[in-house]
RNA sequence: GGAGAGAUGGCCGAGUGGUCGAAGGCGCCUGACUCGAAAUCAGGUGUGGGCAUAGCUCACCGGGGGUUCGAAUCCCUCUCUCUCCGCCA
């Protein structure tokens, strides 16, 4: 969420750098809430005062009972004034917040400004992509091939869009998942976390996905949320909590089961598990203070990177275009893996820079120093990295001719000595 | 699922209709004392909003609603926590 003062004082500089996103944001509307939300308050507040003025009437002594009944009486009056301002007042400030809400985030001035992914900019890469010396399989084949990846299964137990692994599949997704919240906590510094994956729906507004995105949530019953990533419970950790400055950064990081209804993608990556309704994914969260978010989007995003270099895949890093970027995202580096199967790059994490707007969204603060005034904290976060990409990576990046997989090193002592699936 | 108890400031804990943004304690900050520290003493110390912004003012005692001229306090309701019983990985 912006902050409304900001916007107001700062109407045409939010408009244009909303615009690069895409569209044109018209804030007319805000600006004019606003400044009937100005306007009710005062006039209530005043409202209020003399009510209470009033009141001081009441203890004074030697009233008389007629002086008595006529405060009533004016006080009364007050009173249901008080009523209907209270109802405007309200009701001005539900239509600012639901657009305020529904408002994203400024792109910072360092995100590259695009209309679509064409526009990102490759910041860096690591490593070569591999030449195979023979037809390159895509995971699917490779995965039911070798009876790690079973996707008819998958259909008949939940639907499209769904996977089971089984064997040195699933094995495989638990070494994984074990190596990455190895290196991140041991060689990171990260606190590990396993959150709940189903959370209330304050948690959802507060990271960003409601209200604008809820055809994309799972909804259970109970107004209860199934998360689209750890994001979501790890962030809503500190929600309404003011944090010690000398704690900062505070660093996370948690193993999720991730659900999303992918409304929107339909007909697209159909085969294989590239866009699965669930997947799991390892996620680093920060909350640092605005000085050092920059410098901590990037050591997260190394951090990240540290993953695949272990794991020997090619990768890239790119920035993100104001188009591309997230809602609530003011800055976003995608790590796109190098996959010899589908040919190209494709986005095995995204690490985001949100500088104030969830931690605004969510009231998410620090104290810099005993007896200073609270700020909102900047709030970090990133894959390190989607487990079922990994996979397809290993899988594509370590095929043999014969369609076995050879296991990348780092992970052998987490698959029990097995070197490669046949 | 059944029965009961409870939710107050960073923490503990008083407060059962107005003088309460809220006693007291702890913690924290500032000053005095001290070579320095501890102890002691004095003062200060919540968050957000509005405005004519060194100030004034309004709100907030788990959430929402109600009664009342007036609610932390009374009533209803929801949520959560705790205790006991039942069930259960």
Redesign the pocket.
């Known amino acids: 969420m912006l902050d409304?003062?900001y916007v107001v004082e700062h109407l045409d500089e939010v408009a244009d750098r909303l615009s690069t996103r895409g569209g044109r944001a018209d804030l007319e509307p805000l600006k004019d809430l606003a400044a009937r939300?100005?306007l009710a308050?005062?006039t209530?507040?005043?409202a209020?005062?003399d009510?209470?003025?009033?009141?001081d009437g009441?203890?004074q002594p030697g009233v008389t009972p007629e002086r008595r009944e006529g405060?009533?009486a004016e006080?009364?009056a007050?009173?249901e004034r008080i009523t209907v301002l209270e109802a405007d007042v309200?009701d001005i400030e539900a239509r600012l917040q639901d657009v305020l809400l529904n408002l994203p985030n400024l792109p910072h001035p360092t995100t590259p400004v695009g209309a679509s992914a064409d526009d990102n900019v490759e910041v860096r890469a690591w490593g070569t992509p591999r030449t195979l010396d023979f037809p390159a399989k895509e995971h699917w084949e490779l995965g039911e091939a070798l009876g790690i990846l079973d996707f008819e299964a998958a259909r008949k137990i939940s639907g499209a869009r769904f996977v089971v692994y089984r064997g040195a599949g699933a094995r495989l997704e638990r070494a994984l998942a074990s190596f990455m919240l190895d290196m991140h906590v041991a060689r990171h510094g990260y606190t590990e976390i396993l959150p709940p994956v189903l959370v209330n729906r304050d948690c959802m507004v507060g990271t960003g996905q409601l209200p604008k995105f809820v055809e994309e949530a799972y909804i259970a019953t109970d107004d209860l949320y199934l998360i689209p990533t750890a994001e979501v419970p790890v962030t809503n950790l500190h929600r309404e909590e003011?944090l010690d400055g000398s704690r900062l950064p505070v660093k996370y990081v948690a193993y999720s089961p991730c659900f999303r209804r992918e409304a929107g993608s339909h007909g697209k990556d159909v085969k294989g598990m590239t866009r699965v309704h669930q997947f799991q994914k390892v996620e680093m969260v920060k909350f640092t203070t605005p000085e050092t978010s920059c410098d901590e989007h990037e050591a997260l995003v190394r951090d990240a990177e540290d993953v695949l270099q272990a794991l020997g895949l090619p990768y890239r890093v790119m920035s993100l275009c104001t188009g591309d970027i997230g809602f609530s995202a003011s800055k976003c580096y995608d790590l796109e893996v190098h996959l010899p199967g589908q040919g190209g790059y494709r986005e095995i994490s995204s690490c985001s820079n949100f500088e104030d707007y969830q931690a605004r969204r969510a009231s998410i603060?620090y104290?810099p120093a005993?007896?200073e005034?609270?700020r909102f904290v900047h709030t970090i976060n990133g894959s390190g990295v989607a487990i079922g990409r990994t996979i397809i990576a290993i899988l594509e990046n370590y095929q043999q001719a014969d369609g076995s997989v050879l296991v990348p090193d780092a992970l052998r002592p987490y698959m029990g000595g097995i070197e490669v699936i046949r």
Do not use: C, H, M, Y
């Open positions: 409304l003062k939300r100005r308050v005062t209530r507040d005043q209020r005062a009510q209470k003025a009033l009141s009441f203890r405060l009533r006080s009364k007050i009173g309200s003011i603060r104290r005993p007896g005034k609270p």
